[in-house]
């Protein structure tokens, strides 16, 4: 079930129903811009990733601005943006299970799809899924770079997945997803490079493969918003999957940043209502089902002075941080939250409510939320 | 937008596509009936907490088992309830604003609607949306009985709420509200009584202000999973409210149980499929758009030998716990998973998959989910 939206257009903050989320809009303009004015000298290609937004709303500014299509993780994310009117998304996962290839397979005949691999099982489903609707479909085969997920280690692996992909002529072998996320959250500039070092090594031996084979490799894609700028200017990866930029959220807002890269703002908010103040602390009515807590509690900045102490399911508590606050905040108040990690906290949504000047100005629909398979 | 759903009915297990919640319908069952047995002897009503499952087809079972109604947190779920045939919800929860108030008057002439209160705007919006739609309303005034949430510390305030409350015709006094959360995942059961004692002497030190004024108090109710039994025995509560026995999850799985008390059976599982087997770690289609990790990782006991290491927004990560373990579990190979927290989880799905002897016997839609509002 799609709920109704919190608000409606016009409206100011105040009369927004919460919990909602909350798109500032020239905040997040900003964001969309600054990435793509980053790499633009570089060259190199910016395919964002889908999983943050999960809304086809933002995915077309995204190519609007210059970006070459969007990222997904999931079959059904792909379906829900190709139904928006994306017509270019890489699924940067492996997908196991016939019912899952074959719908990627049928999409696959209404946009340009692509998927990663990392085992033989994975490539066999598809070749017979892509076989049986006749339909193209770029392979990736997903290299581990450190991140110690999905992924081959192994040069010898690489190069026989990629004989078994050209073995099966609907199956294109269309380079090499190389994601480390792992170094997206570490906190120093030095740390982030130290990782992207090494998946560039890692990278780079195994192309060193693909010249003695004499196999063409399109594309190498990867990098995040905590690592992009590494990336860009490694003259290896010529793709980039940028997702929480947008947004931002507590977690990436305590990344140390390099002084010459670009300053992404907190465009994300979860706007909540006090409905209950006991004296010595604020009950909010957004808990664990309306911000996910698994990078921290999230930040209230509209209440100097106090701080999230704890979430329950539908309820938050905020206590004082320091001295009383003397502040307008009762029952009734509605504060904005920044939550701790942005992709899960979006997927318990269904709409963005995009604000300028304090007055809703549009309401996106959250179409792929819920796309689990 | 409501999913498909994952199964079909008369699948086996290993058909059903992935991520989806599994409920082993031996063992549910045998968690609704168990609860009843119980408390018969007690005379102590049951309603239990539909926040746990969203879903009026499970509701309408507890009922049917003696259940007096249900609970639920938020409007948008009662009236998700309603819509699915359910009469008599209980809002468990502090509701703040006119849009809120007015939906739940509307709600209330359709059904038997009730709220907590702990503050007098509560109370005057609530008249205010109640004598519009000449809609009566049941207000129960939340007592804080160590919960440290909502809810009101002092007898004065109380019986001001009370006063309030009968000052408005629409609004029927219906009594307190004295649920103490915290106190259910107290893992000794020496704790847990302590905590329920320090509970019953709040309610009691309270009902000599009602009987001194001359007001009955028709109904006491609270309760959950961890501490029914106490509640139960006490002779001040006469309702309960437990949740999560239908379900249980890891959390509650690490209490530690009085011998007399029943023992609820795990029903509830992610089932997830491995979608890479990179040696030496499995990874699972599921991580934390798929279930909630605010109370711990989720097990998974059909991989003995292996534990659940890392969740990342949609993938699982297994490692070997202790020696090699010599399973034939590899890419394509479905595992149930045992949530750490069911009612987060089960807010991230739209199905229930109910099996029985390793067969999809029925699809129950979550038709709460998401209801935020």
């Known amino acids: 079930m799609a709920w109704p939206a919190p608000a409606s257009i016009g409206m100011r903050l105040d009369e927004v129903d919460t919990p909602a989320l ?3 809009l020239d905040a997040f303009e900003h964001n969309l811009r600054a990435l793509m004015d980053a790499v633009r000298a570089s060259g190199v290609r910016v395919r964002p990733h889908a999983k943050t937004h999960k809304c086809p709303d933002i995915a077309r500014q995204q190519i609007a601005l210059g970006a ?12 829900a943006l190709v139904d928006g009117g994306i017509d270019d ?14 719908r990627l397979a049928a999409l696959a005949r209404r946009a340009r799809i692509g998927v990663c691999v990392d085992h033989p099982l994975q490539v066999e489903q598809l070749a017979r899924a892509a076989a049986a609707l006749q339909a193209e479909v770029d392979v990736y085969v997903e290299l581990d770079v450190g991140q110690e997920r999905c992924g081959v280690a192994d040069a010898n692996d690489v190069m026989a997945l990629v004989a078994q992909v050209q073995s099966h002529p609907p199956l294109r072998f269309a380079g090499l997803q190389a994601y480390h996320g792992r170094a997206q959250h570490l906190r120093e500039p030095s740390e982030r490079e130290r990782a992207i070092a090494h998946a560039q ?15 063409g490799v399109p594309r190498i ?35 140390r940043l390099e002084p010459a890269a670009p300053r992404f703002r907190n465009s994300l908010h979860v706007l909540s209502t006090v409905i209950s ?7 909010l009515d957004a808990g664990l089902k309306a911000f996910s807590v698994d ?27 320091s001295a009383a606050p003397a502040l307008p905040i009762t029952v009734g108040t509605k504060l904005r939250l920044i939550p701790g990690h942005c992709d899960p906290t979006v997927n318990l949504h269904d709409w ?19 796309a689990l398979f």
Chains 1, 2 share one sequence.
Not at 227 to 249: C, K, R
Request: net charge negative; charged share 20%; hydrophobic share 40%.
């Open 221 to 255: 894609t990867g990098a995040g918003t905590g690592t992009y700028p590494l990336e860009a200017a490694s003259g290896v990866w010529n793709e980039l999957q940028p997702g929480s930029y947008i947004f931002m959220d507590a977690d990436y807002g305590r990344n």
């Open 295 to 321: 990078s921290g509690l999230p930040q209230a900045p509209d209440a100097p002075g106090w701080q999230f102490a704890k979430a329950s399911d539908e309820h938050g508590v905020l206590t004082p941080a």
């Open 277 to 283: 103040d006991a004296g010595g602390r604020l009950i």
């Open 89 to 102: 998304v890489l699924i940067t996962n492996e997908i196991v299970g016939d019912p899952k290839v074959e």
């Open 352 to 370: 963005f409510v995009g604000m300028r000047g304090g007055v809703v100005e549009t309401l996106w629909p959250i179409t792929a939320r819920g």
């Open 201 to 215: 090594k890692v990278v780079t031996d195994c192309l060193k493969e693909f010249a003695v084979a004499g196999i």
């Open 68 to 79: 070459v299509g969007v990222c997904c993780q999931k079959v059904s994310e792909a379906e």
């Open 22 to 24: 909350i798109v500032e």
